[in-house]
């Protein structure tokens, strides 16, 4: 099994230039995903002069580590969703997906991008009888979605269940990662492999800073997934998750198509197939937990593998990967300015529902920045204050923030030697010098860090399944060298040289 998204199978990695040398533009957009991406398409168009710099590669990201599933509904109940806001504003929220969904479309037929298109019902079925999805399907079409019962040859064992007709998929890597080299060009550059470390502004400009150079800009977009740096207001009031996929063969090649939301008891898990020409796969995503906060995340991937054994004929498991998704507390996604008279936009809250939202965030932030009037700004304004609908999730996870960093700060590390640990293994370690991060590759090679995250100070956790170290605060993660993976911080792991000891 390869620790690689199944999208990557026929995508190209590895197509831009890193940034060496200072430019100036109108937009700076940090992260280059389907957000990042998108923003600046709709920004070119108008004559807006941009640059994207992207840390790693062009949609290797969160984008690339989804279902790619495209649909009008979110990933909360209907039932959920309307005991916070009105029927007409999910209506709203329903027609501002659509509408990105359509852009998602035409952009694949304008740039003929091979990207695996296809029209799929939506299913939505439990295996017990302990949610009444029948009460969801009336919601479903009186918000203006057409309905469908599911078919007699449904592929799994069901007790309740509905379909939603004309919703999507695609390969979101493939299609972020042709739409950026549509759109570039001297007017609307890309960078990847780079890093922005910090952001200074004074009245009129910003200046993001790198490894080597820096980039002045009059406007700054945060599209990466979550707000890099200290946006305290917005990190109170997100959840960050991690949760998984598998991709698997089947040995009798009945491969379902359709996107399947399947709930058993307290877990739900999305299934769909995927079909290219290196083969068929069945695609399994769920069982997802706080990042940095599984005891060993190894069986969150255990438990896909028991799932589509249990109900499918596996040939073999090929590909794993992890995403990160980040839950606003009023379960609606800030898209917008950061503050009333900020000239920096931020994208953030998507939860599971990532390509949909950052194609419409694409559309509201492009057109603040152009002056023209969104019809769904207000809906999703970043600086919105919602105590209502929000109150009781934020302070659910801001204690969950305040036990990790207090609890984890007094916990002493393991006991052990740094040369004990295990190849392919990472634990926090106490010496006499402190408490330090250790891992150990599979060519035996040791790495010690500063366990403490640069963000806000938490302790980092190891990933066992994806061989990083998280932090269960905000939701930074970092490499065996320290290096940022994704997250808010904007600062590196210390790396540590522990002193010999003597003879």
Known sequence: MENI????????????????????????????????????????????????????????????????????????????????????????????????????????????????????????????????????????????????????????????????????????????????????DADCEIFEDTCINEIEKDDEFYYLKTDMTRIKAKYVVHATHTPKGLLVPYHTALAPYREYGIAVTLKNDLYPEGIFWAYYGEEKFSI???????????????????????????????????????????????????????????????????????????????????LVYGTLAAQIISDAIAQIENPYAELYKANRSQPLKAAKNIVKENLNVLGKLAGDFFKNGEPKEVESISPNEGKLIQTEEGKFAVSKDDKGEVKVLSPICPHMGCTVHWNFAEKSWDCPCHGSRFDTNGKVIEGPSFKNLEQIKLKKPKE
């Not at 590669?57 to 989804?66: L, V």
């Not at 995927?274 to 005891?295: P, R, T, W």
């Open 272 to 354: 769909r197939s995927y079909k290219n020409e290196l083969g068929s796969f069945l695609i399994c995503i769920g069982s997802m937990h706080k990042v940095g906060q599984a005891d060993d995340n190894r069986e969150n991937i255990s438990r896909l593998i028991d799932f589509v054994n249990k109900h499918f004929e596996v040939e073999s498991v090929n590909y794993m990967w992890g995403g990160q998704n980040y839950k606003a507390a009023d379960m609606l996604p800030y898209i917008g300015k950061k503050s009333a008279e900020s000239r920096e936009f931020i994208a953030t809250g998507f939860s599971t529902d990532g």
């Open 5 to 184: 998204p199944v999208w990557a199978l026929n995508a190209t990695l590895g197509s831009f230039k890193q940034l060496d040398r200072k430019i100036s533009v109108e937009v700076a957009v940090i992260g280059g995903g389907i957000t990042g991406i998108t923003t600046a398409q709709l920004l070119k168009k108008r004559g807006i002069k941009t640059a994207v710099i992207e840390s790693r590669k062009i949609g290797q990201g969160t984008t690339g580590q989804s279902t790619g599933n495209l649909y009008a509904p979110t990933e909360y109940d209907f039932s959920k969703m309307l005991s916070k806001y009105s029927s007409e504003q999910v209506q709203q929220i329903i027609l501002s997906r659509l509408q990105a969904i359509e852009m998602i479309q035409k952009n694949i037929e304008q740039f003929a991008i091979p990207c695996d298109f296809h029209l799929r019902p939506m299913y939505y079925f439990n295996a017990y009888n302990d949610k009444n999805l029948q009460h969801e399907k009336r919601h479903a079409h009186e918000l203006g979605l057409q309905t469908t019962s599911l078919p007699k040859d449904f592929p799994l064992y069901f007790e309740d269940g509905y379909g939603i007709e004309n919703q999507a998929q695609f390969n979101p890597l493939i299609y972020t990662q042709r739409l950026a080299h549509e759109i570039f």
